[in-house]
Nanobody, 119 residues
Framework: QVQLVESGGGLVQGGGSLRLSCAASGTAFPINVMGWYRQAPGKQRELVATITSGGSTNSADAVKGRFTISRDNAKNTVYLQMNSLKPEDTAVYYC?????????????WGQGTQVTVSS
């Protein structure tokens, strides 16, 4: 019942910046962790960054110092500010969220937004 809607992808030159947004809706239970994963053509989906409701963050080594994840709990929205983009950052970026319901944890994924970085 949770829907995640991403926006902000596009085409950018190397060294440029993009900001991705993802809004969660449709749940009566609190959203716990939110984050971003990405998948390049022919590759497996990999973690980019995550953030807890308390603001604790984790990010992949490949994006440390370049990408910043943030969250607006009131709006149930997570952001990914991507600076100093490189061609190897080209991928479909997927929003992630989970929620605790009873004894179970449910994972949710957005539809993905394409990020293409040119040289």
């Amino acid at each position: 019942q949770v829907q995640l809607v991403e926006s902000g992808g596009g085409l950018v030159q190397g060294g440029g910046s993009l900001r991705l947004s993802c809004a969660a809706s449709g749940t009566a239970f609190p959203i716990n962790v939110m984050g971003w994963y990405r998948q390049a053509p022919g590759k497996q989906r990999e973690l980019v960054a995550t953030i807890t409701s308390g603001g604790s963050t984790n990010s992949a080594d490949a994006v440390k110092g370049r990408f910043t994840i943030s969250r607006d709990n009131a709006k149930n929205t997570v952001y990914l500010q991507m600076n100093s983009l490189k061609p190897e950052d080209t991928a479909v970026y997927y929003c992630y969220a989970d929620r605790i319901r009873g004894w179970t944890k449910d994972d949710y994924w957005g539809q993905g937004t394409q990020v293409t970085v040119s040289s």
